[in-house]
T-cell receptor, first 114, second 110 residues
Framework: SAVISQKPSRDICQRGTSLTIQCQVD?????MFWYRQQPGQSLTLIAT?????????ESGFVIDKFPISRPNLTFSTLTVSNMSPEDSSIYLC???????????FGPGTRLTVT | QKEVEQNSGPLSVPEGAIASLNCTYS??????FFWYRQYSGKSPELIMS????GDKEDGRFTAQLNKASQYVSLLIRDSQPSDSATYLC??????????FGTGTRLTIIP
């Protein structure tokens, strides 16, 4: 399976600021996704990162708040903009590689907004 | 709305016994089924995938799929304390995104 890394692994940010999270995969992948997981909760899909075009956002998530880039087949960024304490969560990059549709997760970025 | 349901637990199993985790889903047009293990503070780890009816075994893990009854289960044989984690069931409905259950917290008692 692909090796997925995320930076930063954790951060503490002040409200009103923005944080960009990077996701790097060691090989080309078919699809990349961004998820959020709040404490004790299951996973919530934010968006599908599309290579070379605008991301596809799920209901409740908008591009102005969570801009996403995917310039190539191995890298994506998620920005959390104008942060509030409600954005405190773990943000996870996830990928599908090959044709089995098995989906793998990165180690996550733990974000705390004060 | 397509749904995936799991008993949230906690499920406590003695060490060495079989842990049985169950998951039901709401739509018959489902192609892919997955089990993830998530340790506290860690990201989900894919441990099993199953695509057709029947059993699939991998080491101490067996996934069972029954599409007619719309359930998928995960059996863990010879349970170890290191198996203590939250187990997430995930279903891909057609070619859509993965839909996750809320997870079952499993505790193996030494």
């Amino acid at each position: 399976s692909a090796v997925i890394s995320q930076k930063p692994s954790r951060d503490i940010c002040q409200r009103g600021t923005s944080l960009t999270i990077q996701c790097q995969v060691d090989s080309q992948v078919t699809m990349m996704f961004w998820y959020r997981q709040q404490p004790g909760q299951s996973l919530t899909l934010i968006a599908t990162a599309n290579q070379g075009s605008e991301a596809t956002y799920e209901s409740g998530f908008v591009i102005d708040k969570f801009p996403i880039s995917r310039p190539n087949l191995t890298f994506s960024t998620l920005t959390v903009s104008n942060m509030s304490p409600e954005d405190s969560s773990i943000y996870l990059c996830s990928v599908i590689q090959g044709t089995t549709y098995e989906q793998y997760f990165g180690p996550g970025t733990r974000l705390t907004v004060t | 709305q397509k749904e995936v349901e799991q008993n949230s637990g906690p499920l406590s199993v003695p060490e060495g016994a079989i842990a049985s985790l169950n998951c039901t889903y709401s739509d018959r047009v489902s192609q892919s089924f997955f089990w993830y293990r998530q340790y506290s503070g860690k990201s989900p780890e894919l441990i099993m995938s199953i695509y057709s009816n029947g059993d699939k075994e991998d080491g101490r893990f067996t996934a069972q799929l029954n599409k007619a009854s719309q359930y998928v289960s995960l059996l863990i044989r010879d349970s170890q304390p290191s198996d203590s984690a939250t187990y997430l069931c995930a279903v891909r409905f057609g070619n859509e995104k993965l839909t996750f259950g809320t997870g079952t917290r499993l505790t193996i008692i030494p």
